[in-house]
T-cell receptor
Framework: ETGVTQTPRHLVMGMTNKKSLKCEQH?????MYWYKQSAKKPLELMFV???????ENNSVPSRFSPECPNSSHLFLHLHTLQPEDSALYLC????????????????FGNGTRLTVT | GQNIDQPTEMTATEGAIVQINCTYQ??????LFWYQQHAGEAPTFLSY????GLEEKGRFSSFLSRSKGYSYLLLKELQMKDSASYLC??????????FGAGTILRVKS
C-alpha cells in the first residue's frame, strides 16, 4: 500500500475511445502530479496541481485532459489517443508543490499501464 | 537543457556490492533523490542528498559531489529482491524533479 491508489492498473483502448484514469491519495498532501513513463526513457512530468489549481502543463497534447476536483483526487481524461501514447502513467503526490523535501518526497502510485491500439 | 545520465543496465551477484552512478547537468540544484522501482510497481523513495558526502541507510548508501555533478548509489550485501530499476532524480532551481531514465539492476545467484 503506497498511500496513492491508481485505477485501472491496465487499460487497452482504441484510438477513437474516451477513457479516464483515476488517482486517489490518502496522505493529506496538497500537490498531485501526472507522469508518463515510457520504456528506457526518463519519467516525463505532464501536469501538476497544487491546492487543486493547475500549476504546470508541460506542453502536453490536448488529447490528455487533467481534472483535480479536490486535493485527494486526480483524473486524466483521454480521447483520440495515438499508439505512441502507450506507456505507464504514474500519479504522485507531495505535501506541496516545490516542497519535495527529504522527509516528504514524492509518493507514487503503481501506475496505469495504457495500451493504445 | 537538463540531462541526467545513468547506465541502462547492470548485473551483479547475490552478496556482492554494486555501485550505480548518476551524472547530472541541470538548471540549478536543490537536492538529489534515488528511487527504487520494481517491475509493475510504484517508484519508492530510497535516499536524498543535498550536501556533499555519503549518506548511509542500512545496506544502501548514496554519495554526492556537487562540484562534479555526480552521485552514486551503493548497495551492499545484495539480495535477489534488490533486482529493480533505480532512478536518479535532481530537483532543479525551480524545485522541479528531473529524472534519469533509470538503471535496471539484475541480481543473480
Amino acid at each position: 500500500e503506497t498511500g496513492v491508489t491508481q485505477t485501472p492498473r491496465h487499460l487497452v483502448m482504441g484510438m477513437t475511445n474516451k477513457k479516464s484514469l483515476k488517482c486517489e491519495q490518502h496522505l493529506g498532501h496538497n500537490a498531485m502530479y501526472w507522469y508518463k513513463q515510457s520504456a528506457k526513457k526518463p519519467l516525463e512530468l505532464m501536469f501538476v496541481y497544487n491546492f487543486k489549481e493547475q500549476t504546470e502543463n508541460n506542453s502536453v497534447p490536448s488529447r490528455f485532459s487533467p481534472e483535480c476536483p479536490n486535493s485527494s483526487h486526480l483524473f486524466l481524461h483521454l480521447h483520440t489517443l495515438q499508439p505512441e501514447d502507450s506507456a505507464l502513467y504514474l500519479c504522485a503526490s507531495s505535501q506541496e508543490e516545490g516542497r519535495v523535501l527529504e522527509n516528504s518526497p514524492l509518493h507514487f502510485g503503481n501506475g496505469t499501464r495504457l495500451t493504445v491500439t | 537543457g537538463q540531462n541526467i545520465d545513468q547506465p541502462t543496465e547492470m548485473t551483479a551477484t547475490e552478496g556482492a556490492i554494486v555501485q550505480i552512478n548518476c551524472t547530472y547537468q541541470t538548471s540549478g540544484f536543490n537536492g538529489l533523490f534515488w528511487y527504487q522501482q520494481h517491475a509493475g510497481e510504484a517508484p519508492t523513495f530510497l535516499s536524498y542528498n543535498v550536501l556533499d558526502g555519503l549518506e548511509e541507510k542500512g545496506r544502501f548508501s548514496s554519495f554526492l559531489s556537487r562540484s562534479k555533478g555526480y552521485s552514486y548509489l551503493l548497495l551492499k550485501e545484495l539480495q535477489m529482491k534488490d533486482s529493480a530499476s533505480y532512478l536518479c532524480a535532481v530537483r532543479d532551481r525551480g524545485n522541479k524533479l528531473v529524472f534519469g531514465a533509470g538503471t535496471i539492476l539484475r541480481v543473480k545467484s
